[in-house]
């Protein structure tokens, strides 16, 4: 017999002997494409829904914490929340229009949003820029915490909940959001909406125009430039 020593496989021959398994594969969901810029008009969050518009006139309009009242008050599907914003720029201010009367924010950008967005969550370059002065102090409008609701006919009116936030610069110490401002999520209509706010301290106005306070609700007809830098423009001029 011959040694073990004698015995040679040749890299060929080991390659012809062996098999090799068939390759698995997974498919994976190619990636939804993004919609272009300054064209959503939904975002959703694992804790909140947010709605934005696009005036004509330039900037950038924001309503956090957008809920079911909300959705029936703009009359958009709860079911199917549209993704993006109206095609036609009269329809687009309509919409904003009354974004505005739902306690929105018109930001001059999107990168202001941006930026106040970093501010609230206490990141530290943003809050440096702004108490350093890099970045303009935030406006009274973007810094308030507000929620407006409409009673139905024949009260009219509107009730308006209005405070300061602890954001840098904090204005009224003794007029900060209340701690129970959760409750206004279990309203199912804007009539207990208007009953929750009443209790929580809000103003009641009869009509918009008696309005004076630092919120954006009146903005449509007030505002016509930026308040801190120039209004993005997001649609095209034709």
Known sequence: LPTTSSISISPTSATTTTKSKPRQTTCLPRPRSRPPKHTVRTTIFTDCITLFGYPSRGGFIVLER???VDFDFLNLSRL???STRATDPKA???FCRRLLLLGAKWFDSESRYGFMARV???EYSAVRDLECGKQPELTLGERRWVEIGWPSEPARGLWV????TNLPGIL??????PTDAARLTLATNMDE???ILKAMGANFY???DEYEGGAYLRAWQTKWEGDVEPLEQTWEKE
Not at 161 to 164: K, N, P
């Open 66 to 68: 957008a809920d079911a």
């Open 80 to 82: 199917n929340p549209p």
């Open 92 to 94: 687009e201010d309509e």
């Open 120 to 122: 609230r969550e206490g």
């Open 161 to 164: 909940g209005e405070w300061d």
């Open 172 to 177: 009224e110490e003794d007029w900060q959001v």
């Open 193 to 195: 909406r208007c009953e």
């Open 206 to 208: 009869k009509s918009l």
